[in-house]
């Protein structure tokens, strides 16, 4: 069973923001960290459903999918692509001697990849 981009990013959102009167039990790094798992799943599955609209081979290997969509999606929306999914890559993984990603930053990535699922034509609408 697979959620929906719009489902995993609502689910990050939640992390991020949690409804007024709701204990979380999690330190706000680690539901930080949580949130970026579910957005790059979000973005990944963007790029999967883009690539299979435009040329599904593309789907077969994920740094060309990235590499290749300059030409197809245009600079901006590569580059920003790129970016947060490297950003939110790295937010990912775990390591001994860093601090975990601040929510505020996990935040801001959360909006990219809401306009990004609108420019890859991810979204229902």
């Not at 990219?112 to 229902?124: D, R, Y």
């Amino acid at each position: 069973m697979s959620a929906s981009p719009e489902a995993l990013v609502t689910a990050a959102a939640r992390l991020l923001l949690p409804a007024p009167g709701t204990v979380t039990t999690l330190p706000p790094g680690l539901r930080a960290r949580a949130a970026a798992v579910l957005l790059r799943m979000a973005l990944d599955q963007a790029l999967d459903s883009y690539w299979q609209r435009v040329t599904p081979s593309m789907t077969r290997v994920g740094k060309h999918r990235m590499l290749c969509l300059e030409w197809y999606a245009g600079h901006d929306t590569a580059r920003r692509c790129r970016t947060t999914w490297s950003a939110l890559s790295a937010a990912c993984h775990y390591r001994t001697y860093e601090l975990p990603p601040r929510p505020e930053e996990i935040h801001g990535r959360l909006r990219e990849v809401t306009s990004l699922l609108t420019a890859l034509g991810a979204t229902g609408s």
